[in-house]
């Protein structure tokens, strides 16, 4: 099986395994970025007590992964429904895609989803992101082209760059008061994308974080950062 693998002090960079139900050796102690990007002969995963770290982008678009296992012994990982958290049940690493959920719900007390989590999801129709969420990453959910509506807790602040980009069926997005940004790309290219509510907290909107969606209509308050915006980019407004 150590054929599988390539490990140097620890962590394990390559991967040259036939896929199915991977079992991570204990010789691991860390997962380096982007190791099992894009593998889709990859149906479970299995995390050792000896792993205390995950990289950036592990298993991005791995969309045939059906649960991710951790031994109960590990100090820094757990397992919640199949999908892959840190030990406090804080951050979200890695959701398993192949679940094919329609609908998902953010455990409370997350208060950050790594980039790519769900990207390309593509049964994803809803999820429910807790008032506990404070951070959400780069293209956490990128292509996820069957989600309809999502509602942004205030306490995130930032929405980063294509975070709901390529969301082609994403018709409503409702923002809290408390986000201030709203980044690069945001909710680029999301074409069916009718209205979209912001709150007076959001104080900048990158120039292209709207690209393509020419259906838009903005709704805010009246004479607020976002109607100043809608102006500048002829985006119909509606003033709440």
Request: hydrophobic letters at 40%.
């Amino acid at each position: 099986m150590d054929k599988e693998f390539k490990i140097i002090d620890g962590e394990l960079f390559e991967y040259c395994g036939n896929g199915g139900d991977l079992i991570i050796p204990d010789s691991v102690t860390s997962i380096a970025d982007e190791v099992f990007a894009e593998n889709l002969s990859l149906t479970s995963v299995f995390i050792p007590a000896s792993v205390r770290w995950i990289g950036d982008m592990a298993f991005r678009c791995c969309n045939n992964i059906i649960r991710f296992e951790v031994d109960e012994n590990n100090k820094f990982l757990c397992s919640i429904d199949g999908n892959l958290y840190s030990k406090d049940g804080t951050e979200l690493i890695n959701y398993a895609q192949g679940k094919n959920d329609i609908s998902v719900a953010v455990p409370k007390g997350v208060t950050y989803i790594r980039n790519v989590v769900f990207k390309e999801c593509k049964s994803l129709e809803q999820v429910h992101i807790p008032d506990s969420v404070k951070r959400i990453e780069v293209s956490a959910f990128r292509g996820c082209t069957n989600l309809t509506r999502i509602e942004i807790p205030g306490a995130v602040e930032e929405l980063v760059r294509w975070v709901f980009a390529e969301c082609t069926a994403l018709a409503e997005v409702y923002l809290n008061e408390g986000t201030r940004f709203i980044g690069e790309g945001a909710f680029a290219s999301c074409t069916n994308l009718r209205d979209i509510y912001i709150p007076d907290s959001v104080e900048t909107i990158f120039y292209d974080a709207f690209w393509a969606c020419d259906k838009l209509t903005i709704h805010a308050k009246k004479g607020s950062y976002a109607e100043e915006y809608a102006k500048e980019n002829n985006i119909p407004f509606v003033a709440i």
